[in-house]
């Protein structure tokens, strides 16, 4: 005699029409959660309907320990041998296909976003640079999570009377503890005044969101989506607050005091070097056109001196030659009076006149080829200025200054400058002009 009969009102519909949940016990329609047996005896051909995004565990007990069966939406079908070979193993404890096995179905949803908000009291937190001081500070955040390993999950939980609730205060409490020491550490790990953690939010985020994702997964068997820190609230209103802003503005106002004198130090000493510096550069530049206009007052002049230089030896020579027949040296009376012809003084004078010769030769010879010179600014030869009287007369020309000299005008120590020369020299110190006083009798002596 059979025991069920294949009626739709004795058998039993295995599903989840919960809109949210994360671990789900099924039992029999229109009957409560733990209220008879019924809701673990599963009977052969009632229907299992498994959505996408959702897993169903069959957990059953043998005389050798307990048993679980996964089967993963979609499914949709009537529990029989041939489309259930998942759980065929099972199926001899029908007794033909009409006695329910003992079984109790959980449904666990691997598409639901779980977001649980946890909050932290106040707790104190110490200054990097005042460790004496502690503020109380708060954290409030959420965490979102699901499971996507649901195998690793069953194997840290116990399905049987699971509660959600409990779930989420476990994993509150591991979050707050986690949360807790990573902000309490904060001042000094960003080194900053612990009353400015609050700047910090976004990389404490990332910091705790790092850190707790893979610690979840390994204890919970959850998939941590994201953690949100919504606030860092300082307890503004404590002493302790109070007592350490005040520290902490007495130290910036003086820090600050310190700054602003060091700036202004700098800056003086930037102006002093800088003062210096331009001093030294004016020095430099003076120095280096000074040296530029002689070397430009030499090179314009240089041609015009070796001409002049060139002329006195001409004019030496030529003096040299005019006297040759002075005592005698132009006879050729050889007797014994020495007033006949003079060999020596005769060659030394043609040797004389040759070397002025090719002197003043050359020196033409130059001047009309512009032999690899260029004569630039030559003043007039013989162009001299005279000091008399203590001022600057003239110009005169060579002639000019002998006929002075005769007339005692100009002696050996008077000053003369001729264009060209970087400073005003006594008249024996030219040797176109001294060699003229050579040339002037002595005064007659009125005695």
């Known amino acids: 005699m059979r025991l069920f009969t294949k009626n739709e009102g004795l058998?039993?519909?295995?599903?989840?029409?919960?809109?949210?949940?994360?671990?789900?016990?099924?039992?029999?329609?229109n009957t409560n959660l733990g209220e008879s047996k019924r809701e673990n005896a599963i009977r052969f051909g009632s229907s299992l309907r498994v959505k996408t995004g959702e897993v169903a565990v069959f957990v059953y007990k043998q005389k050798d320990g307990s048993y679980l069966d996964y089967i993963e939406g979609p499914f949709d079908d009537v529990l029989k041998t041939a489309n259930l070979p998942v759980i065929s193993n099972i199926l001899g404890l029908f007794y033909n296909g009409?006695?329910?096995?003992?079984?109790?179905?959980?449904?666990?949803?691997?598409?639901q976003i779980i977001q649980t908000k946890f909050a932290i009291p106040?707790?104190?937190?110490?200054?990097?640079?005042?460790?004496?001081?502690?503020?109380?500070?708060?954290?409030?955040?959420?965490?979102?999570?699901?499971?996507?390993?649901?195998?690793?999950?069953?194997?840290l939980h116990r399905?049987?009377?699971?509660?959600?609730?409990?779930?989420q205060k476990q994993i509150k409490d591991a979050v707050c503890r986690f949360v807790k020491g990573s902000v309490a550490n904060a001042s000094i790990r960003y080194n900053i005044p612990s009353w400015q953690i609050e700047t910090k939010l976004p990389e404490l985020n990332k910091e705790i969101e790092d850190g707790l994702k893979e610690r979840l997964e390994t204890d919970f068997g959850i998939t941590c989506k994201a953690i949100d820190l919504g606030a860092i609230e300082i307890d503004k209103n404590s002493s302790n607050y109070l007592e350490l802003m005040r520290v902490t503005k007495d130290v910036e106002v003086a820090k600050t005091e310190a700054i602003k004198e060091a700036e202004v130090k700098?800056?003086?000493?930037?102006?002093?070097?800088?003062?210096?510096?331009?001093?030294?550069?004016?020095r430099i530049q003076r120095e280096e056109e000074q040296y530029a206009k002689h070397k430009e007052t030499q090179s314009a002049n240089l041609n015009a001196f070796e001409t002049e230089k060139?002329?006195?030896v001409g004019v030496a020579g030529a003096n040299a030659l005019g006297k040759m027949g002075e005592n005698g040296a132009g006879n050729i009376n050889i007797d014994s009076s020495a007033n006949g012809f003079n060999p020596a003084a005769m060659m030394a004078s043609m040797a004389l006149g040759g070397a002025v010769g090719q002197n003043i030769a050359g020196t033409m010879q130059k001047i009309l080829n512009n032999e690899k010179e260029e004569v630039v600014n030559i003043p007039p030869l013989g162009t001299?200025?005279?000091?008399?009287?203590g001022k600057a007369t003239g110009p005169f020309t060579l002639k000019q200054i002998e006929q002075m000299i005769k007339e005692n005008k100009v002696d050996k120590e008077t000053l003369i400058w001729l264009k060209g020369m970087?400073?005003?020299?006594?008249?024996?110190?030219?040797?176109?002009?001294?060699?003229?006083?050579?040339d002037i009798p002595p005064i007659p002596n009125d005695k």
Not at 11 to 29: A, N, S, V
Not at 98 to 111: H, K, R, S
Not at 422 to 438: C, G, Q, S
């Open 98 to 111: 009409d006695t329910p096995f003992q079984a109790e179905v959980y449904f666990i949803n691997l598409a």
């Open 266 to 282: 700098n800056i003086s000493d930037k102006q002093r070097i800088e003062a210096e510096n331009y001093e030294e550069t004016l």
């Open 422 to 438: 970087p400073d005003w020299v006594k008249a024996k110190d030219l040797t176109e002009i001294n060699i003229l006083f050579t």
């Open 159 to 167: 399905l049987i009377d699971f509660n959600l609730e409990e779930f």
């Open 11 to 29: 058998l039993d519909q295995i599903r989840c029409d919960e809109e949210e949940y994360l671990i789900w016990k099924w039992h029999p329609k």
């Open 310 to 312: 060139v002329a006195e």
């Open 122 to 155: 106040y707790f104190d937190i110490y200054d990097v640079n005042f460790k004496e001081f502690s503020i109380p500070v708060a954290v409030r955040g959420t965490i979102t999570f699901n499971i996507t390993d649901y195998k690793n999950f069953i194997k």
């Open 384 to 389: 001299y200025y005279v000091a008399l009287s």
